[in-house]
């Protein structure tokens, strides 16, 4: 069961083969604002998220990375997409 989360904090993803069975979960969002439109999952279990976000956001879950990108003008666009690993 894939599940997605939009919380006003950040978005958070999560993914399980059962309501029984954890994956894998992680949380992503922006010192203002961010929304995903979209969420999908291919048949190789990566996950897509297209969504929208203002100023600075960070799409690594891994809190050594910064995967950190800065809107240009007022307000951006994302397609984010994570492994199943």
Not at 24 to 52: H, K, M, T
Request: with cysteine; glycine share 10%; charged share 20%.
């Amino acid at each position: 069961m894939n599940r997605s989360i939009l919380l006003p904090a950040g978005l958070a993803l999560a993914s399980g083969l059962s309501a029984q069975h954890h994956e894998w979960s992680f949380s992503f969002g922006s010192d203002q604002y961010e929304r995903a439109y979209g969420i999908e999952l291919d048949p190789a279990g990566n996950v897509y998220v297209c969504g929208a976000f203002d100023n600075t956001v960070d799409f690594d879950p891994d809190t050594l990375v910064d995967a950190s990108i800065t809107e240009e003008g007022n307000g951006d666009v994302y397609l984010a997409k994570y492994d199943n690993t």
